[in-house]
């Protein structure tokens, strides 16, 4: 009975454990969110702690929670640094036709363009570029790959 | 009374035109291959020798054409010249056309040729073998450099005798040319003959290009170029390698098309992430905005006739395919199926729009009627995308792109055609990896 009940929270821990362990392997494998990336395997930055990009659903040009967080470094340090001008590049996966994603990833500069508007940047410093499919970060054929590549990226021109 | 008896014999003429005995049935695909015998083309032998041009094989080579053009069509099947029965030069005068039988061709085609002084002289027959009778003839003098084009032209004479339809093989495809890593690929113009000889490149692949498409009314291009990273519509001149930005619009254009008259440009332009469609007459440089909606209007493509613009909009969510007129007005949804739509192009006879469509995962290459009834989906695949018409609009060309392993190894972009039944889909011959193709009107119309 006794030897029955040790196995028994012997066999809950083990079960518990394996539930925590598929999690914690989903969570690191997915860095997706719906299909927005998470990660930051791609992700370079403007300055400390100020990252240059931010992801996009499929087909959207909505920004996320996460993404505003980054503009809004994006924005603060862009008022701190007066004489900065900067492009945004727009980018879509390759999973759509050319010309339409020619038009997604000018909305989705534009966007972060808006955005960065709103926290005070003058558009007069931010112009806007679309590449479409044109210039994937990540060249691979996967569901992550294509989550990498759907984003905007905030580049220094001077 | 005289126009009368008039009128009566060209109804002859047509009448015993369309009785002819080894007519082709089109509308179908090529369940049955029509067997016919391309002999060589006999060269005469006062023949002279011209610049670097192997005169001796110039007839076994235009007929080598021939046969590898009516082979693409797949309504033919040309026979191997090891069972042919008679001498090309005599049988250019006269076949036995009972031997001929014997061989189980139907029809054959025979012919000369001539270098001298400068110039070549060619004349071909197409022989009905049934019936035992010339269906066609035709002779013509041409520079010997031109000897490509001659075998095309004939090529085409033939087809338009045996099917009832225009040809398209003295036809050129341009295409972008892509080299190098997936993420850091080279696009260069480069245009070829519709059999994949002669390709040139157009630019050196300093800046990024995309989506050149034909004039239908002569050999002019557009395309669009990231030229001083500022995505603009482009216009060049084949011929004198000119090019000019189209308008002066103060952002990206793209997704350029000709009018049927080609006196004007559709395309889109982007201004504050949203995407309309706007014409530029080029003669005039007048500009007009074709599309006021706060979605993604683009890839327009204008109707034949001029009077209508089909396009891509996602403003019910998803991209699908609206028709309007060409003045914008009467703005119609005509896709409703499963899945999304893009890059619809009207078919040059007026009748079909040709798509890409994506449903879970897929890409499709489709035709459906102008009003989005009828849809047919040709050919599935990973990716593929952007058909554009042969000028007869019987067959399309598109890209297809294979998928990426982990470093974007494996990955390949090449050009495909089918015929709009659904059969004889075939990889064309590039150089290169290649997408975004657009095929000319007839060179020599």
């Known amino acids: ?158 | 009374m005289r126009r009368l008896l008039i009128i009566l014999f060209i109804n002859y003429l047509f009448i015993t035109k369309s009785f002819a005995l080894i007519e082709i049935d089109i509308t179908r695909g090529n369940l049955d291959p029509l067997p016919i015998a391309i002999s060589p083309l006999h060269v005469d032998t006062k023949s002279q020798s011209f610049e670097g041009l192997k005169v001796k094989t110039l007839g076994d080579n235009i007929s080598k054409i021939i046969e590898d053009n009516f082979r693409s069509t797949g309504l033919f099947n040309p026979l191997k010249k090891d069972a042919f029965v008679q001498k090309p030069d005599i049988a250019h005068l006269k076949p036995r056309f009972e031997d001929w039988r014997l061989i189980k061709a139907q029809a054959l085609v025979t012919g000369k040729l001539l270098v001298k002084d400068g110039k070549l002289k060619v004349e071909f027959r197409l022989w009905d073998l049934a019936a035992a009778k010339e269906m066609t003839a035709l002779a013509f003098t041409t520079t010997p450099s031109n000897w490509r084009r001659v075998a095309h032209i004939i090529s085409d004479k033939i087809y338009e005798r045996l099917t009832g339809e225009e040809g398209y093989f003295d036809t050129r495809i341009i295409y972008v040319s892509e080299s190098g890593p997936k993420n850091q690929r080279v696009k260069k113009l480069a245009i070829m003959d519709q059999d994949g000889a002669n390709t040139k490149y157009l630019t050196l692949g300093n800046e990024l290009v995309l989506t050149p498409r034909f004039n239908p009314t002569n050999q002019m291009v557009t395309y669009m170029s990231y030229f001083r990273n500022m995505p603009r519509v482009y216009l060049l001149d084949i011929e004198t390698g000119t090019q000019e930005v189209v308008g002066n619009f103060p952002g990206m254009t793209f997704a350029p098309r000709f009018s049927p008259d080609g006196k004007k440009i559709v395309m889109s332009f982007a201004k504050n992430g949203n995407s309309d469609i706007y014409t530029m007459d080029l003669g005039t440089r007048l500009v007009e905005r074709i599309t006021d909606h706060s979605s993604i209007d683009t890839s327009p493509s204008f109707s034949p006739d001029g009077k209508f613009i089909a396009f891509n909009s996602d403003r019910s969510g998803l991209q699908q395919i609206y028709v309007m007129r060409s003045d914008g007005s009467g703005v119609k949804r005509v896709t409703f199926g499963n899945g999304i739509y893009g890059t619809p192009v009207w078919s040059p006879r007026g009748d079909l729009i040709a798509f890409t469509k994506m449903r879970k995962g897929k890409f499709y290459i489709g035709v459906m009627r102008t009003d989005g009834t009828g849809e047919r989906l040709l050919t599935e695949n990973y990716y593929q995308e952007a058909p554009s018409w042969s000028p007869n609009g019987r067959v399309l060309v598109f890209y297809r792109e294979t998928k990426a392993g982990s470093k974007g190894e494996g990955f390949t972009a090449k050009l495909w055609s089918i015929d709009i039944t659904g059969y004889n889909e075939r990889r064309l011959k590039t150089e290169t990896d290649a997408s975004d193709p657009s095929w000319s009107s007839l060179l020599s119309k």
């Open chain 1, 1 to 158: 009975m006794i030897f029955n009940k040790s196995l028994k929270n012997i066999l809950l821990v083990i079960f518990a454990t394996l539930i925590l362990s598929a999690c914690s392997t989903a969570k690191k494998s997915g860095n997706i969110d719906g299909d927005v990336y998470t990660g930051k395997e791609t992700v370079e930055y403007l300055a400390s702690g100020v990252p240059d990009r931010i992801f996009f659903a499929t087909n959207k040009s909505s920004l996320t929670t996460a993404s505003r967080a980054t503009l809004r470094k994006q924005a603060t340090y862009l008022r701190k640094n007066k004489n900065l001008n900067v492009t945004i590049e727009g980018h879509a996966d390759e999973r759509g036709t050319r010309e339409y994603n020619l038009a997604l990833g000018e909305r989705r500069a534009n966007a972060a363009r808006d955005y960065l508007m709103t926290y005070g940047i003058s558009g007069k410093r931010l112009s806007v570029i679309s590449y479409g499919k044109e210039k994937p970060v990540n060249p691979a054929s996967t569901p992550l790959a294509w989550s990498q590549n759907r984003r905007s990226v905030t580049v220094k021109v001077n």
